[in-house]
């Protein structure tokens, strides 16, 4: 699940109730911010991004789009080359260049 809320706690309290046998320790969170579009189209979900950065200078979504390209490369290989276009996609090129 991508996170866990009360609701998703109750909910898990209803069906150990009907009998089902749930162990909520061993229910995690998973980071679901890379979603499938299309065969060769990933989009990185992150709705208040865009809000912010403009409004509340901040720039962690930044750590958040690195984290997404390195695990695209742990699962299909080093990225061969690299570009960007802009001045914040060229930050995040630089943060993935020193890990």
Known sequence: MPRRT????????????????????RIYKVSLDL?????????????DSFKSLLLGDDD???IYVR???????KVMGKIKFKYSKGTI??????????T
């Open 35 to 47: 979603i499938l579009l299309e065969d060769d189209l990933l989009s990185l979900e992150m709705p």
């Open 89 to 98: 996609s060229t930050q995040i090129l630089g943060m993935l260049s020193k």
């Open 6 to 25: 009360i609701e998703c706690d109750e909910m898990l309290e209803q069906a150990r109730q009907k009998g089902l046998k749930l162990n909520p320790e």
């Open 60 to 62: 962690t979504y930044k």
């Open 67 to 73: 984290d997404s390209l390195m695990r695209i490369e």
